[in-house]
C-alpha cells in the first residue's frame, strides 16, 4: 500500500507545464479578468505562482475591457498569483492574429 502511495505523490508532485526552459527569458502572461503583462521569468512553482522581473502591464480601454491600448505601466518585480494565470507564453516566437470568431461587417 505504501509503494501506490508514493506514486500518487510523483504524480501530484509533477506540473503539467515545464516552464523551467523559459526561466530567465521573457514571457507574456494573460490574467481572468483581462490583465496582460510580460517580464522575464525568475521563478515559479508548481501551482503556476510566477516571478516575473522588469514587468510590463499593457493597459486596457477604458470603454473595452478587453481592447488593449498601446500604454503600458513599468511594475518592476511582480508575484503572480498562480489562480489568475490564463495564459503563458513566451515573448519570442509569439504574433497575434485578428480574431477568426469576430464576424465582421460588411
Known amino acids: 500500500m505504501s509503494?501506490?502511495?508514493d506514486q500518487k505523490d510523483k504524480k501530484r508532485k509533477e506540473s503539467i507545464l515545464d516552464l523551467s526552459r523559459y526561466l530567465d527569458k521573457p514571457i507574456r502572461v494573460k490574467f481572468s479578468g483581462g490583465r496582460e503583462v510580460s517580464?522575464?521569468?525568475k521563478g515559479y512553482d508548481p501551482l503556476l505562482n510566477l516571478v516575473l522581473d522588469g514587468t510590463t502591464e499593457y493597459l486596457r480601454d477604458p470603454d473595452d475591457p478587453y481592447k488593449l491600448t498601446d500604454d503600458t505601466r513599468h511594475l518592476?518585480?511582480?508575484v503572480c498569483r498562480?489562480?489568475?494565470v490564463v495564459l503563458i507564453c513566451p515573448m519570442e516566437g509569439m504574433e497575434s492574429i485578428p480574431n477568426p470568431f469576430i464576424q465582421h461587417e460588411g
Open 39 to 41: 517580464g522575464m521569468l
Open 3 to 5: 509503494q501506490s502511495s
Open 76 to 78: 518592476g518585480l511582480v
Open 82 to 84: 498562480g489562480t489568475a
